[in-house]
């Protein structure tokens, strides 16, 4: 069974840090891509990343480009998005998906409807 955990949200000042972290079970991480997509209130969901531990792609929307960064820890069915500088604008919840794709090359990443599987969601707010 496909599931993906994400952990990790909460509240932070504008221009401080979080790391999310996304658990999968059901698949490996070399199977398939991980997107990281988030919804800020009153809005449609956004993808901001993607991940294709494959060949080691990362990509980033340029809304987050050179302050998030994502990553595969030393546990293998974890990705991690790390966020740094952040804004009162990056407040969302936070999502990790998976579509049934090994690359992220193969798919439009940015499109909601390309992901087959997703996590819960993290909340996390940016406020002073």
């Known amino acids: 069974q496909v599931q993906l955990v994400e952990s990790g949200g909460g509240l932070v000042q504008p221009g401080g840090s979080l790391r999310l972290s996304c658990t999968v079970s059901g698949f490996t991480l070399d199977a398939y891509a991980i997107g990281w997509i988030r919804q800020a209130p009153g809005k449609e969901r956004e993808g901001i990343g993607c991940?294709?531990?494959?060949?080691?792609?990362?990509h980033y929307a340029d809304s987050v480009k050179g302050r998030f960064t994502i990553s595969r820890d030393n546990d293998k069915n974890t990705v991690s998005l790390q966020m740094t500088n952040l804004k009162p604008e990056d407040t969302a919840v936070y999502y990790c998906?998976?579509?049934?794709?090994?690359?992220?090359?193969?798919?439009?990443?940015?499109?909601?409807?390309?992901?087959?599987?997703w996590g819960q969601g993290t909340q996390v707010t940016v406020s002073s």
């Open positions: 991940f294709s531990a494959a060949d080691g792609a990362k």
């Open positions: 998906a998976t579509p049934n794709y090994m690359y992220c090359s193969d798919y439009v990443w940015t499109q909601i409807a390309d992901y087959d599987y």
